[in-house]
């Protein structure tokens, strides 16, 4: 098969064997393929160089960023403000979020690893200091609908 394509190339023109567009190949910037948003900061704080290889990705495509993080949705959560030294939060269905128990008898807020729910007793909680609230049984209530 390679001798029949040596043998072929010595009957075509030179010029179909050449690139057509000169000896060597030239850049084209890749600014201008890139979609929108390529510049735009992602929520793990990825920002590339004009020059980086991985901007390859976004070549005649969009970029999506999505704006809302989720550490400042989990932020705008009220606290859960309980009577008890400890509670347990859970999820509205099968999200992958096990019942976690939580001790909360510090005067600090208790924090679920799972959802990010924030807890704290009622005789440590100042709105001041700790923001907007629920209570459990409202919290509780929101976990059945």
Same mark, same amino acid.
């Given at each position: 098969m390679a001798a029949l394509g040596r043998t072929l190339v010595r009957f075509l023109p030179k010029q179909a064997i050449t690139r057509p567009y000169g000896s060597s190949l030239t850049s084209v910037g890749s600014k201008d393929f890139e979609g929108k948003n390529v510049d735009t900061v992602t929520h793990t704080g990825e920002k590339m160089e004009p020059g980086d290889w991985r901007r390859g @990705? =976004?070549?005649?495509?969009?970029?999506?960023?999505?704006? @809302? =993080?989720?550490?400042?949705?989990?932020?705008e959560d009220p606290v859960v403000v309980c009577e008890a030294s400890n509670v347990w939060s859970s999820s509205k269905g099968a999200l992958g979020h096990p019942k976690v128990y939580i001790n909360i008898d510090k005067p600090e807020v208790g924090v679920c690893g799972y959802s990010g729910r924030k807890f704290i007793q009622k005789k440590y909680y100042n709105e001041a200091q700790h923001g907007p609230s629920i209570t459990y049984e409202e919290y509780l209530e929101d976990m059945k609908t």
């Open positions: @990705r =976004f070549v005649d495509k969009v970029k999506l960023v999505n704006t @809302r =993080f989720a550490i400042d949705l989990i932020a």
